[in-house]
């Protein structure tokens, strides 16, 4: 039996408010690639939209008024482009039997739609990471090897990120304000010998032990709004392969950018994940229908997105962050 249209599933709003209290699984909380690319929700699947070039931001024009004339107007130009959606999702399905005896110790159709969840969110952060590390995009000028990696504790990550956030400056004209580390990287920070020393002595945190670095911290001495660490993990072996977990965020990376929190696609930021509210911006749908082949019903987590980069020189992927 193949699954049926949109038409013959149901909607399941109340799966949607248990889920806001279930949590399949714990480095759930590391996902941070819709800190990287914002949600923008859009009416239209796909569409057109005016997006700001490099070379207009910042501009000055003459705001002065003389008696008599009108005030200036904007005049800037803004590029064509264009965005596109796609319909991710995933399906689990609940045999009635097995939800029957098990009835007294969980919900079926809950744990069926913490699966689909997690699969679902687990591929858009996967996503987002191939977005903004794409090599093909941040190539030149937009990427740079740090000269000692991070992952030796005498490195100098306080000029190293002087230094990138004045490539960025320099590519764009806006300072860069997050920092994508993940969690092998955090800890390599927190060995830091300079870190350690500058937080212990300048009062940037009452730091005596590693342990005590926190990411804020590191967002302050390194003259930044937010550091992301993704704790995000992914098994690289097949599934009747011995498990080999690795970090979604890449030990050897960082992502140096200025993020684009704005609701106009014409102010400059990094880019944004754009979601057709049709399904739901901010939570995609669960829906069910019955499956007669298994006795049962299916749960299905869909939604209808996009990522998008609007500006790349507003980013700066640094590379030999460990060797």
């Not at 057109?48 to 931001?57: A, D, E, Q, S, Y």
Request: glycine share 6%; net charge negative; proline share 6%.
């Amino acid at each position: 039996m193949g699954a049926p249209t949109q038409t013959l599933a149901s909607l399941r709003p109340d799966i949607a408010e248990s889920m806001e209290e279930f949590d399949l699984a714990a480095d759930r909380e590391g996902f941070v690639g819709l800190e990287i690319l914002p949600i923008k929700s859009v009416a239209k699947a796909s569409g057109n939209f005016g997006r700001i070039p490099v070379n207009k931001l910042l501009k000055h024009p003459e705001t002065a008024r003389a008696p008599g004339t009108g005030f200036g107007r904007g005049r800037f130009r803004f590029e064509p482009d264009t965005y596109t959606t796609e319909e991710h999702g995933w399906e689990e399905a609940v045999d009635n039997q097995e939800a029957e005896i098990y009835s007294d110790y969980f919900d079926s159709e809950l744990v069926a739609a913490g699966i689909c969840l997690d699969v679902v969110l687990r591929a858009q952060e996967q996503r987002i990471y191939d977005a903004v590390l794409n090599t093909t995009v941040f190539t030149g000028d937009l990427t740079s090897a740090l000269g000692t990696p991070w992952s030796t504790t005498s490195s100098d990550p306080i000029t190293d990120m002087k230094n990138k956030r004045q490539a960025v400056w320099a590519k764009c004209g806006l300072w860069p304000d997050t920092l994508v580390i993940n969690e092998f990287t955090f800890q390599n920070l927190q060995m830091n010998e300079a870190i350690i020393d500058r937080i212990t002595s300048n009062g940037a945190g009452q730091a005596a032990k590693p342990s005590d670095i926190t990411a804020a911290m590191l967002a302050m001495l390194f003259n930044l709004k937010q550091v992301l660490v993704s704790r995000a993990t992914k098994n690289a072996a097949n599934q009747e392969q011995t498990a080999d977990f690795d970090p979604m965020w890449p030990t050897a990376k960082a992502l140096l950018f200025r993020k684009h929190a704005a609701p106009s696609f014409k102010l400059p930021g990094l880019g944004r994940t754009i979601a057709w509210q049709e399904l739901g911006p901010d939570q995609p749908a669960y829906e069910s229908y019955d499956e007669v082949q298994i006795d049962g019903r299916v749960i299905r987590y869909r939604h209808r997105v996009g990522e998008k980069l609007l500006l790349p020189e507003c980013a700066h992927v640094i590379t030999n962050v460990a060797a």
